[in-house]
């Protein structure tokens, strides 16, 4: 089944301790992204992919670092989380752009974070 | 930078009714614009899309139409159903680039059966 998987899917953690949040596509897309949620403000992203071994900022990059090492992975760093780090991630992946326009994006199930 | 304002943040309606959603943007280089819905506890899911090469597009129960003079864009549910009801996110992007999608914050849409 064609499917983006996050772990894990809900993880509470305290203040200052590194966390990893995994994200894996099945389908062979070249571009990943990482999104935030948080009510009233809609999905914001934060970190995109076009492809292995390249990255860049979305709007809200600061606390977050990624890396694209595969084409189907590509992880959510928080180094040092912080309370307003708590949210709902989202994890979305789609084809290479053809022709003229870009496809879908495909979206994970979420991951809830709380920070303590 | 992109901006997506939506309107209603929520609606109700009684089955078999129609409900309307609409969002306006402020790029006017913005020319994909995807409608979503995301039901509890699972990530937004596309129903809906429409480039800016096209005014309306229609996929049965559910229609986009687009208006680039005014900068809105609005989904249109027909015949609504209990199952309808969930949260749907308009959004607005361009084709090159990050591709990043810009969100409008969401209409809880409940169908009174």
């Known amino acids: 089944e064609a499917q983006v998987t996050q772990n894990p899917r809900y993880l509470i953690t305290v203040t200052g301790k590194k966390l990893t949040v995994t994200c894996s596509q099945n389908?062979?897309?070249?571009?990943m992204s990482w999104y935030r949620q948080d009510p009233g403000l809609g999905l914001r992203q934060i970190y995109y992919?076009?492809?292995?071994?390249?990255?860049d900022k979305g709007d809200v990059p600061e606390g977050y670092k990624v890396s694209r090492k595969e084409k189907r992975n590509f992880p959510l760093i928080l180094e040092s989380p912080s309370p307003n780090q708590t949210s709902l991630y989202f994890c979305?992946?789609?084809?290479?752009?053809?022709?003229?326009?870009?496809?879908?994006?495909?979206f994970g199930p979420g991951t809830r974070l709380t920070v303590l | 930078g992109e901006n997506v304002e939506q309107h209603p943040s929520t609606l109700s309606v009684q089955e078999g009714d129609s409900a309307v959603i609409k969002c306006t943007y402020s790029?006017?280089?913005?020319?994909?614009f995807p409608w979503y819905k995301q039901e509890l506890g699972k990530g937004p899911q596309l129903i809906i899309d429409?480039?800016?090469?096209?005014g309306e597009k229609k996929d049965q129960r559910i229609a986009v139409t687009l208006n680039k003079t005014a900068k809105h864009f609005s989904l249109h549910i027909t015949e609504t159903q209990p199952e309808d009801s969930a949260v749907y996110f308009c959004?607005?992007?361009?084709?090159?680039?990050?591709?990043?999608?810009?969100f409008g914050s969401g209409t809880r849409l409940q169908v009174q059966p």
């Open positions: 979305a992946s789609s084809p290479g752009l053809a022709g003229r326009y870009y496809n879908e994006q495909f």
């Open positions: 389908m062979n897309h070249e571009y």
């Open positions: 992919s076009m492809n292995v071994e390249v990255t």
């Open positions: 790029d006017s280089a913005s020319n994909y």
């Open positions: 429409i480039r800016s090469n096209v």
């Open positions: 959004a607005a992007s361009w084709a090159t680039g990050r591709r990043a999608l810009t």
